[in-house]
Structures are given as structure tokens and as C-alpha cells.
């Protein structure tokens, strides 16, 4: 029995190693967005497929406020190439869904990323604030003047 399924264990174990478009998610354990993803921490999802992630922001500094993250963890824009091409292609994608699919095409809506600490990045797990639903300020998603952030 084992001699049967030995090799076919090994096939697919070398097969999703060699797969370069099979994501292999990463996670770092003191990571908050990569505990979402693995469902070790609650999040209020709006929208998830192979690559990425998508979920209200805690904290939402507009009616709409939501973060597109990659499954696989990296730090910040800085890092977008150590990340496979469809994932890439997937989170710009799954930005323009989201904001689709809360109804934001017509009026208008802002994706950012801040990247380093310069930009007041927070959360060092890429992701993309998608902020929209009403008029925003030009410092919408910047560290707010009361340094309540
Ligand atoms: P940044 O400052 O650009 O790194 O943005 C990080 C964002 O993540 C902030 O807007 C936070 O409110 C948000 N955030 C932090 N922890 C969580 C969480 N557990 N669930 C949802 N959003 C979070």
C-alpha cells in the first residue's frame, strides 16, 4: 500500500514546489495581516481568491475605507517584486473590484499604499487603502492632525 502511494506523494509535493504559479503563502507569525489570512484573526472580508485578500479597515477614515492585501507576505511596496506576476496583477485588480463592488466607479476613489516610515506606514504587510463614498480629503489616509492614528 505505502510502496502505491509513496510516489504519488512525492509527484505532487515536487509539482507544487516547481509550480511557479502556485502562491506559497509565507506567513510570519507576528504579522496581523497574516493572521487574517489564515483566519487566526478576525476580519471583516469583502472579497478573497487565490492571490489576495480583501477586508474592512479597522479603523475606516472614510465611509468606505477597505485594504487589499497579497496572501503572501511582503513587507511594502519596496518588496512587490518577490511577489509571482498574477499576484501583482491580481491586487490592482481586486482594487478596482471592491471599489466596483461598493458601488464607487462613478463618484470616484483613491488607492494608496504607504510605503516606509516617511509615508507613516503602520502595518508592515503590503497592502492598498481603497477609500471612497464620500468627498475625501486630500490627506484622507495621512497620520490625522490630532496624532490619533
Ligand atoms: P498603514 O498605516 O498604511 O500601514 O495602514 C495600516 C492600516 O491597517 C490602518 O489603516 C489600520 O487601521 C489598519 N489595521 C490595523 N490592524 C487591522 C486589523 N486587525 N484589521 C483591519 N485593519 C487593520
Redesign the pocket.
Known amino acids: 500500500m505505502m510502496r502505491r502511494i509513496l510516489p504519488l506523494y512525492c509527484a505532487v509535493a515536487l509539482f507544487a514546489s516547481q509550480n511557479p504559479s502556485t502562491p506559497l503563502p509565507k506567513a510570519v507569525t507576528d504579522c ?1 495581516f497574516c493572521k ?1 489570512v489564515a483566519g487566526t ?1 478576525p ?1 471583516r472580508k469583502v472579497y478573497e481568491d487565490k492571490y489576495v485578500l480583501a ?5 475606516p ?1 472614510a465611509k468606505v475605507h477597505l ?1 487589499v492585501i497579497p496572501k503572501q507576505h511582503v513587507a511594502s511596496l519596496s518588496e512587490l517584486d518577490e511577489l509571482p506576476v498574477e499576484t501583482r496583477a491580481a491586487l490592482l485588480s481586486a482594487c478596482v473590484r471592491v471599489a466596483k463592488d461598493q458601488g464607487l466607479l462613478e463618484n470616484g476613489f483613491r488607492v494608496i499604499s ?1 510605503n516606509g516610515k516617511d509615508a ?4 508592515f504587510h503590503l ?1 492598498f ?1 481603497v477609500v471612497g463614498g464620500e468627498k475625501l480629503r486630500e490627506d484622507a ?1 495621512s497620520k490625522d492632525p490630532a496624532g490619533k492614528r
Open positions: 496581523i487574517i484573526a476580519s477586508f474592512w479597515d479597522i479603523r477614515r485594504l504607504n507613516n506606514q503602520s502595518v497592502h487603502h489616509i
